[in-house]
């Protein structure tokens, strides 16, 4: 096996074992905060490195995905309402996350930027990252994406956010 096989695969047994013991029980909210939340566990100069290959890439976002499914089977069934999501961004993977909402509140307005600064436009319904990447998505949960657009004096940026997870509205 080549050094830079061995270090991706070293990579991504090192995410998943992270993401496996930080998702082995059901979270708890942040202080001050109505949700909990879970950057990928690698490092920007490896996930989106230009010789990182799509399938590693790939790799990494279905672990994202498979550990919310597992959240998702160990939320308390005490009537608080929570959703788990898993939250994918383009083209810099480093800052995709899993969350985890509790209530409504955060969850009803996290998908609202529509500011002079920052604009999320829903994509098309025919796009599909789960399509695009060869993600599985478990039935029952839900994709969705948006085109991000930040315009400030010193910084400019597009990308896209796709979100994974129980995002069905109230």
């Known amino acids: 096996m080549s050094t830079k096989r061995r270090s991706n695969h070293q990579n991504v047994q090192s995410m998943r074992k992270h993401l496996t013991q930080q998702t082995t029980v059901f979270p708890q ?6 949700y909990w939340h879970l950057h ?52 810099k993977l480093f800052d995709s996350q899993l969350i985890v909402f509790f209530g409504t509140a955060s969850f009803s307005t996290f998908f609202t930027r529509e500011t002079d600064f920052q604009r999320w436009t829903p994509l098309p319904s025919t796009r599909s990252f789960s399509r695009e990447w060869d993600v599985h998505v478990p039935t029952g949960l839900i994709e969705q994406g948006y085109s991000e657009e930040i315009n400030d004096e010193v910084y400019q940026h597009r990308g896209e956010h796709w979100f994974i997870g129980q995002l069905q509205r109230p």
């Open 29 to 34: 909210p942040h202080a001050d905060s109505d």
């Open 40 to 91: 990928l566990p690698v490092t920007r100069d490896w996930i989106d490195a230009p010789d990182t290959s799509l399938a590693i890439r790939t790799r990494c976002v279905q672990t994202l995905v498979n550990r919310a499914q597992h959240l998702i089977t160990l939320a308390p069934p005490d009537g608080q309402r929570t959703r788990v999501v898993v939250a994918i961004t383009l083209p």
